[in-house]
């Protein structure tokens, strides 16, 4: 389309300015299709499979085959049918996942703005088709490949598709060759790109997988990165292999020299090496992740990046704008100082791009205030024609136009006081003084000029303006963020404002809301590159008020704190924020803001206000500590499989275990209330803690000794326990009271874990914090039953009676009481030392 002439464009397309009709639009979205590139999906087929090429459900599907070439077909049917229960269950879940998913991806779906039947109406951009009209404005990410019809000012980012760095200059009006290579089709727009600067009104021609970003589709699908969690258990996996193969190893060694069967030995040992190693976990977390964003979604947060949900608890700074965040981004004039106001009047009028309705907060407020002041703004537009514009830069906070006046032209300009400074005639002193005093009262204050001109200007710097006047404009904070402020700092979480307001209304604004207090530091943005890395953290630290800041400064900022280990959430809407976001650990994207700052985010917050945010960490500390519940439960039970059958082998007695009572234990205890974990609810008051990293969380120092704790405890106690019945009964009693015992005994384990807080203490409560745990237990017991008296057989077990059922009860009971006194001792520490 970028040989082509508009009018030839339009025919073409069969459309027009005034777009398709919804009927139209409706016929074409049948005939195209949605407008979206489709990811390639694992088919359903493939991720059954996988649940069963796992090299550990490989190593037992062998170890099944072995039992089976040595006559023992028993286990081979109890190892095989556990591979298949155990991958059905892990086919089910991570299917049910995959939905939750996809249905949490259709709610952040891109917006754009159409015209169809003559109006303009805003619907997702998969709906777009071949013909539709779209307009677009400065940070909207281009929805498909577009022939531009008019614009102004555009200056759009092509890096994504060209691999330029440096934006490019758009025009509707030319006619390229034919053979244009796509860098320098200035006429067209294409999926993906974004734009920097300016208006557009376009066509569309190509969606989909017809868009060029659609033809490079295969070479742009690259699986997400795994998330710092998963990374971590892998790692952890690896090395706990390796120590559980080194263990093992030893233990057939012994086993042979005391003259056990060899074939029985290797068995027991393969058994224990894939019941050892958590191969349900990312599966069981990946459900905690996605309960997780569901919980977040019902306030009002979408997460776009899922494995952003794990550290979302830990974060210590909130790097967050004020407009739209902090306060409710809806100006209105508050004040206003006239040197002339008549040109101040129609400076407000003409330099401004709304139409009343839409259109940026400055600019609605001005019309707004005009309308009040009785002004016919809508009359002075259809006197002045806007031949030129300088439209709003970021760095130097300005917007220009020039609009004809009778044979001359006339320079309109608004932005900061300090940027129009610069440009002024006129000595600007006279208005520094009411600037700051409308600063100090919180105001917002732009600072409006006019010249009088021969020509049109070549650019904004060869113009000489003179100062007009001032307006102030009140954005008055949301309800509930002050309480959100106290909430973070309770929390242990830095709240930094960083904004491109004045220093003045910036500290008034942070200290309405308790950002900013007495002590703390407020310094601009400029100031930073006067600082190290190091000293600048270390300013940061006390600072609260970051003003005056560019894009580059906020950048600065999250990449310095995350240097020095902190984790840094960052609040943004407009494109000047999206360099900021893409680094953050936690980049949240407000609904109503620009495309490009919720494309860059790893969440979108729909209500935009802080308060949503801090609610949102305490949210991400429930799914961090449910987490660790399912990690330490896990690794506790096999813990303490380990550490049994070894203890009992070096002494040189019968197994306690046999190697399907291992892999059974597996799946009626870890099986069925590992995936209850994620559902339980808080303890306590989120509020109250500080921060905590995600290593420390999942694998710290604390975790390991909780898990080493219940282990040890867990299988010394069944050693003692399993000695003394051994004297007492057959092997085949003993060894079912054993097996038994033990499943009981996780469960046990398994209520522990639910809180941190002792079950006695208020064991009413402590049942509603997680009821599913106790519904897999009563799963797992109907399991149990059948495997001790219908199918004793399979499992090597023989029934038990009321005298060996009591014995069955006596380790639960013991390691229930451990951990019980564990939690009374550390509770009444922390109440001690709080």
Same mark, same amino acid.
């Given at each position: ?13 069969? @459309? ?40 550990? #459900? ?19 049917? %109890? ?17 049910? +996942? ?9 709610? @952040? ?23 539709? #009209? ?13 022939? !531009?019809?008019?614009?102004?000012? !555009? ?113 027991? +040992? ?13 599966? %069981? ?25 794990? $550290? ?13 965040? #902090? ?60 031949? &030129?514009?300088?439209?709003?830069? @970021? ?27 610069? !440009? ?159 680094? +953050? ?94 559902? @339980? ?30 282990? #040890? ?29 033990? %499943?009981?005994?996780? &469960? ?48 090597? $077990? ?37």
């Amino acid at each position: 389309m970028h040989n082509k002439a508009i009018e030839e464009v339009l025919k073409e397309l069969n @459309t027009s300015p005034f777009g398709l009709s919804q009927e139209e639009a409706k016929r074409r979205l049948k005939l195209y299709g949605l407008n979206e590139i489709e990811e390639k999906k694992e088919s359903v087929w493939a991720i059954l499979l996988r649940q069963y090429t796992n090299p550990l #459900i490989l190593i037992l599907v062998v170890a099944g085959f072995l039992a089976f070439f040595l006559g023992d077909w028993h286990d081979s049917v %109890v190892v095989w049918g556990i591979v298949l229960v155990n991958g059905l269950i892990g086919f089910y879940q991570e299917l049910k +996942a995959r939905a939750s998913i996809e249905s949490l991806k259709k709610l @952040t779906r891109q917006k754009v703005v159409v015209i169809r039947d003559g109006k303009e109406t805003e619907i997702d951009a998969v709906f777009l088709v071949p013909g539709d #009209i779209v307009l677009l404005s400065e940070g909207d990410v281009v929805p498909a490949d577009l022939r !531009l019809l008019e614009e102004a000012g !555009l200056l759009v980012d092509e890096s994504l598709l060209t691999g330029e760095s440096v934006p490019v200059e758009k025009y509707s009006h030319v006619v390229l060759p034919e053979d244009t290579p796509i860098y320098e089709r200035v006429n067209c727009l294409y999926k993906g790109t974004v734009v920097v600067r300016g208006k557009a009104k376009a066509v569309v021609f190509a969606t989909g997988r017809q868009t060029q970003m659609g033809l490079m589709a295969e070479k742009l699908e690259e699986k997400p990165p795994e998330s710092p969690l998963t990374l971590a258990l892998r790692d952890f996996s690896k090395k706990l292999v390796v120590g559980l193969v080194l263990i093992l190893s030893t233990l057939v060694l012994i086993g042979i020299a005391q003259g056990r069967s060899w074939e029985f030995i290797v068995f027991f +040992a393969v058994a224990q090496l894939v019941s050892a190693v958590p191969e349900g976990l990312p599966i %069981v977390i990946t459900i905690a992740l996605v309960i997780g964003a569901i919980r977040l979604a019902k306030n009002n947060v979408l997460v776009r990046y899922l494995p952003a949900v794990e $550290t979302l608890g830990s974060a210590t700074f909130i790097c967050s704008d004020k407009t739209g965040t #902090i306060t409710e981004g809806r100006l209105r004039v508050k004040d206003y100082i006239a040197l002339n106001e008549e040109e101040l009047f129609l400076c407000s009028a003409l330099c401004n791009d709304s139409d009343g309705k839409r259109g940026d907060a400055v600019d609605l407020a001005l019309l707004e205030w005009l309308d009040e002041m009785g002004f016919n703004w809508l009359g002075i537009r259809s006197v002045f024609e806007r031949v &030129w514009e300088h439209p709003f830069d @970021t760095k130097r906070r300005l917007m220009a136009v020039v609009v004809k006046s009778g044979k001359g032209y006339k320079l309109y300009i608004k932005g900061a006081f300090e940027s129009l400074s610069k !440009l002024a005639g006129n000595s600007p002193n006279v208005l520094q003084e009411k600037h700051d005093h409308m600063a100090k009262r919180g105001l917002r204050v732009l600072a409006f000029g006019y010249a009088e001109l021969e020509r049109i200007p070549e650019d904004i710097d060869s113009v000489k303006i003179e100062l007009i006047g001032l307006v102030g404009f009140l954005d008055p904070p949301k309800k509930g963020v002050k309480e959100a402020v106290e909430r973070a700092k309770k929390a242990g979480i830095r709240v930094v404002m960083i904004t491109g307001d004045n220093l003045l209304t910036a500290k008034a604004v942070a200290s309405m809301v308790g950002i900013y207090q007495e002590r703390d530091f407020a310094i601009e943005g400029s100031f930073l590159a006067n600082y190290s890395d190091a000293e600048l953290y270390e300013l940061l630290k006390r600072t609260t008020v970051v003003a005056r800041a560019l894009p580059e400064d906020k950048y600065r900022i999250v990449k310095v704190l995350q240097s020095h280990g902190e984790i840094v959430a960052v609040t943004g809407d407009g494109v000047n924020d999206a360099p900021a976001l893409r680094v +953050a650990d936690l980049g949240v994207a407000m609904g109503s803001g620009a495309q490009v700052s919720k494309d860059a985010s790893a969440m979108i917050i729909t209500d935009n206000n802080l308060t949503v945010i801090v609610q949102a960490i305490m949210i991400g500390r429930l799914i961090a500590q449910n987490i660790a519940k399912v990690i330490r439960y896990l690794l506790s039970a096999n813990g303490f499989q380990i550490i049994y059958n070894s203890l009992a082998i070096i002494s040189g007695m019968p197994l306690p275990l046999y190697p399907t009572h291992i892999l059974w234990i597996n799946l009626v205890t870890d099986g069925v209330i590992d995936k209850a974990y994620p559902f @339980t609810k808080y303890e306590g008051d989120p509020t109250k803690e500080k921060p905590k990293r995600p290593q420390e969380v999942f694998l710290g120092k604390k975790q390991i000794i909780y898990i080493l704790y219940t282990a #040890i405890i867990c299988a010394l106690g069944h050693y003692l326990l399993f000695s003394y019945i051994l004297a007492k009964y057959p092997y085949e009693p003993a060894l079912s009271i054993s097996f038994t015992s033990a %499943v009981f005994s996780l &469960w046990a384990v398994g209520i522990q874990e639910i809180s941190s807080k002792p079950f006695l203490l208020n064991p009413i409560e402590y049942v509603r914090t997680n009821p599913y745990v106790y519904l897999g237990i009563i799963i797992g017991s109907v399991l149990q039953t059948l495997a001790i008296y219908v199918f004793e057989d399979f499992f090597k $077990t023989v029934p038990l009676d009321v005298e060996h059922l009591q014995y069955t009860l006596i380790m639960p009971a013991v390691v229930f009481l451990a951990l019980e006194l564990r939690k009374w001792a550390e509770w009444l520490y922390n109440r001690k030392a709080w």
